[in-house]
């Protein structure tokens, strides 16, 4: 059966997400929300991506409250319940559309949440009004569905965008999200078993409980970031299929190679072994290396490992991936 995974906001770091996808390697990745759909003022994902990752994954995507929107209307315009591919195997989900998953489960889609930081971003440019989810861009009737995937979340899960994070200095606006009453009622309506989010920048969970007893089991996916990610990352969920890399985790490399990482027998150090580095990088990691430590470290079979500390190979992913990024 295919495997679909879900991730957290990515914004845009397109080499982020593609060092996830070389790691976890779904036949289908959906990003919910915060996807960085902005083609005025970045790359698009085909420019940065390598194009095995593309040919490897089909990438979804529904609009969170970062997004160019009337861009993205202006290929689906409200009302449009169907999704449509935007670009070769680049697939978005508009507010109110339907997905069978391989497994005959059906997932509704509803995107879309309020920018805290509107003090911070200029109408027209990079914010829009159109972000807030509002009850006309749904269907007048509300489907069942086994899965709802939206950005922000109901209010009735009774979580704030500040939730579990120190308020940041500023114009920061934490003020009620009118989205998440237009999800309360999906929440109501749909009854789904399980709801994914994202939004908040970290992983939270919980679950609720309807009226007449069902449960709706719900999790927010932290914020993709970096190029190391393991079995139970905070920002990724498997919808379908089990993650396909070791518990100790692994580094994406930017022609959609993964190079699984060790760590030491406390669970407190991280290491990627010289002869798990892919060969064709192996020569540039050296080079790029040259001079710092090599780690011993010991494993929690009590053998020892001699590698390159994870710092190092950020350092020398990050330079990498930029050159992909041209």
Known sequence: MPSVLVLGDSHAAWPWLGAALSVFRP????????????????????????????????????????????????????????????????????????????DGRTVFFAGGGK?????????????????????????????????????????????????????PRGRFDFSPDPSCAVLDEVLTACRPA?????????????????????????????????????????????????????????????GGERAPVRLDRDGLYAVLPADNVPPRWRDAVNRFCAGRACPVLTLADGTSCVGFWLQDIFGFLEFWWRQQAG
Request: hydrophobic share 40%; aromatic share 10%; charged share 25%.
């Open 194 to 254: 399980l709801w994914l989010g994202a939004h908040f920048h970290r992983e939270l969970r919980g679950e609720h409980v309807h009226a007449d007893g069902r449960r709706t089991v719900w999790r927010a996916l932290d914020e993709v970031s970096g190029w190391y990610y393991h079995a139970h990352s905070p920002c990724a969920f498997w919808l379908c299929g089990d993650a396909p890399c070791a518990d100790d985790g692994a580094l994406g490399f930017p």
């Open 27 to 102: 036949d289908i990745c959906l990003v919910a929300g915060d996807f960085g759909w902005w083609p005025k003022l970045l790359p698009l994902p085909h420019t940065v991506l390598p194009p095995a990752l593309l040919e490897r994954t089909e990438l979804h995507f529904l609009d969170g409250n970062h997004e160019d929107h009337p861009a993205l209307r202006q290929v689906v315009p409200r009302g449009c319940f169907e999704p449509v591919e935007l670009l070769p195997r680049i697939i978005y989900h508009p507010r109110g559309s339907t997905m069978r998953l391989p």
């Open 115 to 167: 920018s805290v930081d509107r003090a911070y971003r200029t109408e027209g440019r990079d914010w829009f009004p159109e972000e807030i989810l509002v009850r006309e861009d749904l269907p007048h009737t509300l489907p069942q569905a086994d899965v709802v995937i939206s950005h922000t979340l109901p209010a009735a899960f009774g979580v704030t965008k500040s939730f579990g994070k120190a308020t």
